[in-house]
Protein backbone atom coordinates (compact mmCIF):
# COMPACT_ATOMS: atom_id res chain seq x y z
CA UNK A 1 0.00 0.00 0.00
CA UNK A 2 1.41 3.45 -0.94
CA UNK A 3 0.78 4.91 2.95
CA UNK A 4 2.75 1.81 4.40
CA UNK A 5 5.83 3.06 1.60
CA UNK A 6 4.98 6.59 2.51
CA UNK A 7 5.57 6.64 6.24
CA UNK A 8 8.72 3.68 6.33
CA UNK A 9 10.85 6.06 3.95
CA UNK A 10 10.15 9.29 6.13
CA UNK A 11 11.00 7.19 8.95
CA UNK A 12 14.40 6.34 7.81
CA UNK A 13 14.95 9.90 7.91
CA UNK A 14 14.27 10.14 11.77
CA UNK A 15 17.29 11.44 13.41
CA UNK A 16 19.17 13.06 10.69
CA UNK A 17 20.27 16.94 11.64
CA UNK A 18 18.31 19.91 9.84
CA UNK A 19 20.20 21.18 6.57
CA UNK A 20 19.46 23.46 4.37
CA UNK A 21 18.19 22.34 1.54
CA UNK A 22 19.89 19.44 1.93
CA UNK A 23 17.60 15.67 1.73
CA UNK A 24 20.15 12.50 2.07
CA UNK A 25 19.03 10.60 5.46
CA UNK A 26 21.58 10.41 8.17
CA UNK A 27 23.74 13.58 6.77
CA UNK A 28 20.78 15.97 6.47
CA UNK A 29 17.71 17.51 5.43
CA UNK A 30 15.40 20.42 5.55
CA UNK A 31 11.01 20.12 5.86
CA UNK A 32 10.95 19.82 1.65
CA UNK A 33 14.45 17.69 1.66
CA UNK A 34 12.70 15.12 3.90
CA UNK A 35 9.06 14.79 1.22
CA UNK A 36 12.30 14.63 -1.86
CA UNK A 37 14.14 11.65 0.28
CA UNK A 38 10.59 10.15 0.08
CA UNK A 39 10.13 10.94 -2.97
CA UNK A 40 12.83 8.80 -4.39
CA UNK A 41 12.18 5.96 -2.21
CA UNK A 42 9.26 5.76 -3.80
CA UNK A 43 10.11 6.54 -7.55
CA UNK A 44 13.93 6.47 -7.78
CA UNK A 45 14.75 10.05 -8.44
CA UNK A 46 13.10 13.47 -8.19
CA UNK A 47 10.60 15.20 -10.09
CA UNK A 48 12.81 18.13 -11.12
CA UNK A 49 15.57 20.59 -9.92
CA UNK A 50 14.73 22.63 -7.01
CA UNK A 51 14.93 26.12 -7.10
CA UNK A 52 16.88 27.79 -4.55
CA UNK A 53 15.37 29.50 -1.46
CA UNK A 54 16.14 31.13 1.71
CA UNK A 55 16.42 29.62 5.40
CA UNK A 56 13.91 31.79 6.98
CA UNK A 57 10.50 32.40 6.06
CA UNK A 58 10.22 35.89 4.54
CA UNK A 59 11.26 34.70 0.79
CA UNK A 60 9.20 37.00 -1.26
CA UNK A 61 10.37 35.48 -4.44
CA UNK A 62 9.32 31.84 -3.76
CA UNK A 63 6.11 32.67 -1.32
CA UNK A 64 4.23 30.41 -3.06
CA UNK A 65 6.87 27.67 -4.42
CA UNK A 66 6.14 25.04 -1.93
CA UNK A 67 2.03 25.11 -2.72
CA UNK A 68 3.05 25.33 -6.41
CA UNK A 69 5.12 22.29 -6.41
CA UNK A 70 2.56 20.52 -4.24
CA UNK A 71 0.16 21.09 -6.77
CA UNK A 72 2.12 19.95 -9.49
CA UNK A 73 3.77 16.54 -8.35
CA UNK A 74 1.01 15.55 -5.60
CA UNK A 75 -2.56 14.70 -5.34
CA UNK A 76 -4.39 16.79 -3.64
CA UNK A 77 -7.25 15.20 -0.68
CA UNK A 78 -9.93 16.22 1.36
CA UNK A 79 -10.12 12.38 2.57
CA UNK A 80 -9.81 12.53 6.70
CA UNK A 81 -6.26 12.57 7.90
CA UNK A 82 -4.53 9.63 7.01
CA UNK A 83 -0.94 8.14 7.23
CA UNK A 84 0.97 8.55 4.73
CA UNK A 85 -0.23 12.11 3.66
CA UNK A 86 1.63 15.12 3.08
CA UNK A 87 0.81 18.08 5.38
CA UNK A 88 1.71 21.81 4.81
CA UNK A 89 1.31 24.06 7.24
CA UNK A 90 1.09 28.00 7.66
CA UNK A 91 3.67 29.47 9.83
CA UNK A 92 2.92 32.82 11.65
CA UNK A 93 1.09 35.13 9.97
CA UNK A 94 1.85 34.18 6.40
CA UNK A 95 -1.30 33.00 4.56
CA UNK A 96 0.13 30.55 2.04
CA UNK A 97 2.08 26.95 3.44
CA UNK A 98 6.37 27.68 4.49
CA UNK A 99 6.72 23.84 6.40
CA UNK A 100 5.43 20.72 5.49
CA UNK A 101 5.46 17.22 6.99
CA UNK A 102 4.51 13.56 6.79
CA UNK A 103 1.44 12.12 8.77
CA UNK A 104 2.31 8.64 9.97
CA UNK A 105 -1.32 8.27 11.56
CA UNK A 106 -4.49 10.91 12.33
CA UNK A 107 -2.13 12.63 15.01
CA UNK A 108 1.26 12.08 14.28
CA UNK A 109 3.67 13.30 11.47
CA UNK A 110 7.35 13.54 10.93
CA UNK A 111 9.12 16.71 9.66
CA UNK A 112 12.38 18.42 9.77
CA UNK A 113 12.83 21.73 12.48
CA UNK A 114 15.48 23.68 13.36
CA UNK A 115 17.74 22.85 16.23
CA UNK A 116 16.07 19.59 16.52
CA UNK A 117 16.05 17.40 12.91
CA UNK A 118 13.93 14.55 11.23
CA UNK A 119 11.45 14.06 14.82
CA UNK A 120 7.92 12.46 14.97
CA UNK A 121 5.87 15.05 16.73
CA UNK A 122 2.08 14.89 17.90
CA UNK A 123 -0.23 16.75 15.92
CA UNK A 124 -1.46 19.07 18.86
CA UNK A 125 -4.26 21.47 18.34
CA UNK A 126 -1.35 24.45 17.63
CA UNK A 127 -0.01 21.98 14.48
CA UNK A 128 -3.13 21.59 13.39
CA UNK A 129 -4.98 25.02 13.04
CA UNK A 130 -2.10 25.91 10.81
CA UNK A 131 -2.76 23.43 8.00
CA UNK A 132 -3.16 24.77 5.02
CA UNK A 133 -3.77 21.76 2.46
CA UNK A 134 -3.15 17.94 2.15
CA UNK A 135 -1.98 16.03 -0.64
CA UNK A 136 -0.93 12.72 -1.34
CA UNK A 137 1.89 10.94 -3.24
CA UNK A 138 0.59 9.66 -6.64
CA UNK A 139 0.62 6.07 -7.91
CA UNK A 140 3.71 5.09 -10.02
CA UNK A 141 1.30 5.22 -12.76
CA UNK A 142 -0.51 8.43 -11.88
CA UNK A 143 3.40 9.99 -11.09
CA UNK A 144 3.71 13.10 -13.15
CA UNK A 145 6.46 13.53 -15.32
Not at 18 to 36: K, V
Not at 60 to 76: E, I, S, T, V, W
Not at 140 to 145: I, L, M, N, Q, V
Request: aromatic share 8%.
Amino acid sequence: MMAEGVVAAARTFLGTPYRHQAATAGAGCDCLGLLRGVWRALYGDEPGPVPPYRADRRDPDNAGALADAAARFLQPTEAPLAAGQVVLFRIGCDAGPRHCAVLVSPTRFIHAQEHLGVVEANLTEGWAKRIWGRFSFPDRAGRPD
